[in-house]
């Protein structure tokens, strides 16, 4: 999983969110260190929601314009934590490295 699929769907835990606003909080979950373009951001939502990890929750028009707000699925939400799981694990052997040094 790329680090951008992995704030998406982390941004996406607390609620479902619409793009912008999954921009944002990406944006706060990591200190700013990850900031996907506006394209990359849909290209990712499509593929999640393709793969059934996420969906529309639902669309409301703001200023003429639609916007869709996006919520993760129950598989996303065990996916996201498995990977955090993951990388928690792969850190675990490089810091207990370094407690034993």
């Not at 998406?8 to 793009?19: N, S, Y």
């Not at 944006?27 to 506006?38: D, F, K, Q």
């Not at 699925?73 to 675990?92: K, L, Q």
Request: net charge neutral; glycine share 8%.
């Amino acid at each position: 999983m790329s680090e951008p699929m992995y704030f998406v769907l982390t941004a996406l835990l607390d609620g479902p969110l619409h793009g912008h606003a999954i921009l944002k909080r990406i944006g706060e979950l990591s200190a700013g260190r990850v900031r996907p373009t506006v394209g990359t951001l849909y290209a990712i939502l499509e593929r999640l929601a393709a793969r059934g990890v996420l969906a529309v929750d639902h669309e409301e028009t703001v200023n003429g314009r639609v916007r869709r707000y996006f919520r993760i699925t129950d598989e996303g939400t065990a996916i996201v934590r498995d990977e955090a799981r993951r990388m928690n694990e792969a850190a675990a052997l490089v810091l207990n490295r370094e407690a034993l040094a």
